[in-house]
Structure formats: C-alpha cells, structure tokens
C-alpha cells in the first residue's frame, strides 16, 4: 500500500474542455480541496506570451549568426554551444586588446564644447587632444616627452634623440574637421611599440654581448635616425662600426630588412680609422650581415651575428 505522506502534494487540473468556455479551471489535491484557479483568458495570454518570446529568440538568433557569417539553422541544437564559444572568443579578444593598449586616461575635461584629452604612454609620453567643437571642429594634438623616464628606462644609448625623431616630440599639430581619435592613438601606440622593439633589443644586446662598447642613436637631419654601434676586438684593440637606418620608425616600420653600413678606414673620421678593423675582416662582416633572415629581432640577431667574428677573431 502506498503511503501518501511520503509523495509530494499532486494535483489534478480539470479537464480541457472544462476552460473552453473561459470558466475557471480548478486544481484539487488529495485532501479534496481547491488549490488555484486558471482561466481560460489567463492561459491564452501565457500562449501569446510564450510564442513572443520565441520569435524574438528566433530573431536575436538569426541576427547574430548573420553578423558572425556563420551557415547554422537558427533552430539548430547547436546553437547555443556556438553562441557560448563564439562569447568566449571575444571576451579573450577584449582581454588581449586590453593588454596590448599602450595608453591610459590620465585626464578628461569637458566644458561649453571644449574637450581636453590626455593619454599617457606607459609613462614615457603624454598625448594631449585639445578640442573645440562646433560647426567646424577644430583639434590641436601635441605629444610630449618624459625625458626623466625615458633616461632611467634606457640608458647610454642617447635614446631621448630616437623618440623626439619618432613621435615628433614638442612640436604641435593642428587640424580643422573631424578626425579619428582612436586612429590617432593606433598610429602612436604602433609607432611607440616599434621604437620600444628596437630599443629592448639594443638593450638586450649590451647585457648580452661583451664586446658591444658603444650605442647611440643619432638623427643627422630632421628625416634621418641612425643607430651607431661599435664591437671591438679585445686582442687587437680594434674595432668594427655600424651605422643602421632606422628611419623607417618614424611611419611605424620595423626595420625587418635593416642592413647596416660598415665603413672602411678611409670613410671613417681621422679619429677612429686607427681603431677600424682591416678591410679583410669588414668585407667578411658585410657577407655575414646580407646573409640574415629578414624578419624581427633583426637588431639583436644583427648584433649576434657581429660579435661572433669580432669574438672569433680575438681567440
């Protein structure tokens, strides 16, 4: 015999045909009492309820795999499992950006259609945008220099002279109309990141390599960077120089293909062609450097590959 007492409280809604006079429909336990009443009025409007949610699931459904270009039913079992994943992939491509992104806000001012922007760039630089809006919108961008900073980061090597070149330092730019302010800082931030590649490369190389004695970069013109490297021979005392084109970093561009030039004793000044290398061994040097991948990390490979013959040559 079944003992009631242990089963949850069932109960038996009344008929369907019962309600199709939009009566109420009564529900009755095992105590024979009435428990709620349903009408007939209720019921449809739950239906109406109940067949809008599924259209604007349907609807939000198709739109989103039209905009993710995805061939999926939208009645598909599937499709809950692709919209999971497909969340999951933007949310690490945000996470990603965040850690990429170079700049923060350091401040934000509005006022009467004046708008003051500043960024900081891993505090090396400060970009400001200053903005007048109105019919014509008129928009001054500056960057300036963290020279303190700059030093402490990166020392002996003349750096400060690389990012005044690169990022056009101190110097102030107008325009009038409408701009992108997120395509302004991409353009920083790609520029920044290249120069900073370079910069921790030739970093590296002075911890790693022995006989790297000098780096420097230099701009002998306002569309000219150079960075100047010396290896020397510690048998001989003598030493190979390198002078590299970086002006491409000035647009952002690694110099992936750099290939440096080696002048001989008579280009180089009276002061250092006693201290040059025979041509012998910079005519090997010049075949050893067109002989590298093209591609990054070109700096300190170029540097590597330098300071193994200068090495070899002191044994």
């Given at each position: 015999?079944?003992?009631?007492?242990?089963?949850?409280?069932?109960?038996?809604?009344?008929?369907?045909?019962?309600?199709?006079?939009?009566?109420?429909?009564?529900?009755?336990?095992?105590?024979?009492?009435?428990?709620?009443?349903?009408?007939?009025?209720?019921?449809?409007?739950?239906?109406?309820?109940?067949?809008?949610?599924?259209?604007?699931?349907?609807?939000?459904?198709?739109?989103?795999?039209?905009?993710?270009?995805?061939?999926?039913?939208?009645?598909?079992?599937?499709?809950?499992?692709?919209?999971?994943?497909?969340?999951?992939?933007?949310?690490?491509?945000?996470?990603?950006?965040?850690?990429?992104?170079?700049?923060?806000?350091?401040?934000?001012?509005?006022?009467?259609?004046?708008?003051?922007?500043?960024?900081?760039?891993?505090?090396?630089?400060?970009?400001?945008?200053?903005?007048?809006?109105?019919?014509?919108?008129?928009?001054v961008i500056s960057n300036e220099l963290n020279d303190v900073n700059i030093l402490k980061s990166f020392q002996n090597m003349d750096v400060c002279t690389a990012f005044a070149f690169v990022l056009h330092a101190n110097t102030t730019r107008k325009y009038v109309g409408s701009i992108s302010l997120m395509q302004e800082t991409q353009i920083t931030s790609s520029v920044l990141g290249n120069l900073l590649d370079v910069v921790e490369e030739v970093q590296a190389a002075n911890v790693e390599l022995q006989n790297l004695t000098y780096m420097n970069f230099h701009s002998p013109s306002a569309e000219q960077l150079e960075l100047h490297l010396h290896f020397i021979d510690f048998k001989s005392g003598r030493k190979a120089v390198l002078s590299i084109d970086m002006s491409c970093l000035k647009w952002g561009i690694y110099p992936s293909d750099a290939i440096p030039a080696v002048p001989s004793q008579l280009e180089c000044p009276p002061v250092l062609s006693r201290k040059i290398l025979p041509e012998p061994q910079l005519a090997e040097i010049r075949a050893a450097v067109l002989s590298l991948r093209v591609g990054y990390s070109r700096i300190i490979r170029l540097c590597r590959c330098v300071s193994e013959l200068v090495q070899a040559w002191s044994r």
């Open positions: 015999m079944l003992k009631l007492n242990f089963l949850p409280r069932l109960f038996v809604p009344c008929a369907r045909d019962a309600c199709v006079d939009n009566s109420p429909c009564q529900s009755v336990n095992f105590e024979g009492t009435q428990e709620e009443e349903v009408t007939g009025d209720q019921v449809t409007a739950l239906r109406q309820v109940l067949d809008d949610s599924e259209r604007k699931v349907m609807s939000l459904s198709k739109s989103f795999l039209d905009s993710c270009k995805k061939q999926i039913k939208p009645d598909s079992s599937d499709i809950i499992l692709f919209v999971t994943d497909e969340l999951k992939k933007r949310t690490c491509c945000r996470f990603i950006r965040l850690d990429m992104q170079l700049w923060d806000v350091d401040n934000l001012e509005s006022a009467n259609d004046h708008h003051n922007i500043v960024l900081n760039y891993l505090g090396l630089i400060i970009q400001r945008f200053t903005i007048n809006a109105g019919p014509v919108s008129r928009i």
